[in-house]
């Protein structure tokens, strides 16, 4: 099977890790994250996803959850159609669950593209809950 990605960052020190196809970039701080070189206030992790919490939350729950690889956006997610998309919905469920923010109703957004207020061009849902979150969003 083959795969084609788009990767952001510095691929001159890239490590290839799982399957081969899949990069971890060096100057990408999720990647850091995922790699536990950089803290952070990890709630769950799976065998290829890991929720931590944002350091600027903004809501009471505000939890990140990130593929351990490296994918620059939901796009590239979705185009790489190896099951990790879901991984990552699974697992924004069962943070959910954890934070109690199940019953009440949580958010899960990707920010896709510097339009829509994507800061950090590793892939991350963004689980947000814990009070009353207004449509449309701003
Ligand atoms: P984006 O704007 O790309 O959708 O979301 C990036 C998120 O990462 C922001 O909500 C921001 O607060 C969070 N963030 C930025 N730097 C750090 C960090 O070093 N640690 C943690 N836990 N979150 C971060
Ligand atoms: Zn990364």
């Given amino acids: 099977m083959s795969h084609t990605k788009t990767i952001c960052g510095d691929l001159s020190t890239a490590s290839p890790i799982g399957n081969g196809y899949a990069f971890a970039v060096t100057d990408c701080l999720f990647c850091k994250i995922a ?24 809501a009471p729950t505000h939890v990140l959850v990130v593929p351990k690889v490296h ?8 185009a790489a ?21 199940s019953e009440s109703g949580y958010r899960v957004v ?4 510097t339009g829509a207020g994507q800061t ?16 449309p969003p701003g």
């Fill in 35 to 58: 790699a536990k070189e950089i803290p952070a206030e990890i709630v769950l992790e799976t065998g290829r996803a890991l929720a931590f919490r944002d350091i600027n939350p903004q």
């Fill in 71 to 78: 994918y620059e956006n939901a796009a590239a997610l979705a």
């Fill in 81 to 101: 159609d190896d099951g990790l998309a879901d991984d990552l919905l699974s697992a924004c469920h069962i943070v959910a669950v954890q934070e109690g923010v």
């Fill in 110 to 113: 990707f920010n896709t593209g």
């Fill in 120 to 135: 950090v061009f590793h892939v991350h849902a963004h689980v947000l809950g814990g009070r009353s979150l207004q449509w």
